[in-house]
Nanobody, 118 residues
C-alpha cells in the first residue's frame, strides 16, 4: 500500500520560513520522481517544484530563489524548504510521487496547509 504523508505546514508571518516533509512508503523511493504542488482556494493545483531520481530539480518561476526541494533516499522522504514566504504562497501543499512502470501512475498525499500572514 502506497502512502505519502506530508507534515510541516502551519501559520507563519510574511518573510518567515517553513520546511515541509513528505514521508513515503510502498514505493521504490530512490527511483521515483517526486514533486510538490499547491492549491489555493478557488484555484487549480499548480506545480511548485520537482526532483528526479537523479537529483535534477525544477521550480516554478514564482518560487525560484526562495524554495528548495531535496530528497533523502535513506529516509524515503522529500522536503521543501520555503524561505521568504509571501501571503500569495498560502495554499494547501501536496506531495506527489510519479511512479514509472508499465502503467505510470501518480500518487498524492493528503496535503498540508500553509498560511502566510501579511
Amino acid at each position: 500500500q502506497v502512502q505519502l504523508v506530508e507534515s510541516g505546514g502551519g501559520l507563519v508571518q510574511a518573510g518567515g520560513s517553513l520546511r515541509l516533509s513528505c514521508a513515503t512508503s510502498g514505493i521504490i523511493f530512490s527511483v521515483t520522481a517526486m514533486g510538490w504542488y499547491r492549491q489555493a482556494p478557488g484555484k487549480q493545483r499548480d506545480l511548485v517544484a520537482t526532483i528526479g531520481s537523479n537529483g535534477r530539480v525544477n521550480y516554478a518561476d514564482s518560487v525560484k530563489g526562495r524554495f528548495t526541494i531535496s530528497r533523502d533516499n535513506a529516509r524515503n522522504t522529500v522536503y521543501l524548504q520555503m524561505n521568504s514566504l509571501k501571503p500569495e504562497d498560502t495554499a494547501v501543499y501536496y506531495c506527489k510521487a510519479a511512479v514509472s512502470s508499465v502503467v505510470p501512475y501518480n500518487y498524492w498525499g493528503q496535503g498540508t496547509q500553509v498560511t502566510v500572514s501579511s
